[in-house]
């Protein structure tokens, strides 16, 4: 079927064509890793203690840049961006692989907001920014008004962007705690040449992180019902952009 002028212009002014977003039920690629290490086993000593320091890592280590992978229907959504833990607040850019559904993301402990399309209907920036940086100061060059706002729904990229928002706080955790919890250490693996411990998370809850000998966190994977999976990378350092107050400004609709 021939798509019409007036059904792009449709698809351009809805701030998802969100169904794609909406709709869970699809299989994503896996992202396989390789572990070394023997098998799940308690957490050691050294490990609890360095797990425990692992949301004030994040803390102080904020804003970081974060990359978000979360699956749709035949696909991924990718987001990269800056997330500022202490004030709760990511901006950056979303790309689906669809040039109708990329652009500029915004969101917080409330819900998220996408730039508003043009009254043409083209969706713009639809030029893919060149850095993370680039994103954020193209986002705070809009006016309150370009953003259209909605609270979290169902879809996985929902998911994952709450998580981004769950993995700080302003002291460490209790390592006594953690050991008790029922945390496992499930082996060791490589990312960019450097060695994490991964660590699934208490009782039935289907998290992983990887973790630094520093207690850095540098990715976190929850998986999904149906073989889909979320993967949420983290730098572990301190980036100079900061999370603008445009998409949370008075004005916006």
Do not use: K, N
């Amino acid at each position: 079927m021939r798509t019409t002028p007036a059904r792009v212009r449709a698809r351009l002014r809805s701030p998802w064509t969100w169904a794609a977003l909406a709709a869970v039920t699809a299989v994503c690629v896996a992202l396989p890793f390789l572990l070394a290490g023997g098998g799940p086993r308690p957490l050691s000593a050294d490990e609890a203690r360095r797990l425990a320091l692992t949301p004030l890592r994040a803390y102080q280590d904020s804003p970081a840049e974060v990359t978000v992978r979360a699956p749709l229907p035949g696909g991924t959504a990718v987001v990269r961006a800056v997330v500022d833990e202490r004030r709760r607040r990511g901006v950056g850019w979303f790309d689906t692989g669809d040039a109708a559904e990329r652009g500029l993301l915004a969101w917080d402990g409330a819900g998220l907001a996408v730039a508003r399309p043009r009254a043409d209907g083209t969706a713009g920036p639809l030029a893919r920014p060149a850095s993370t940086a680039e994103a954020v100061r193209d986002a705070a060059r809009l006016r309150p008004t370009a953003w259209i706002r909605r609270r979290y729904g169902p879809a996985s990229l929902d998911t994952a962007l709450r998580l981004t928002l769950s993995l700080a706080a302003d002291r460490p955790d209790d390592a006594r705690r953690i050991a008790r919890s029922g945390r496992r250490h499930l082996g060791t693996d490589r990312i960019d040449g450097r060695r994490y411990d991964v660590v699934s998370s208490a009782g039935d809850a289907p998290l992983r992180y990887w973790i630094d000998g520093a207690g850095r966190l540098r990715r976190v994977r929850e998986d999904l019902d149906d073989d889909r999976t979320i993967v949420v990378d983290v730098t572990g350092e301190r980036v100079p952009t900061a999370v603008p107050e445009g998409p949370w400004a008075r004005g916006g609709s």
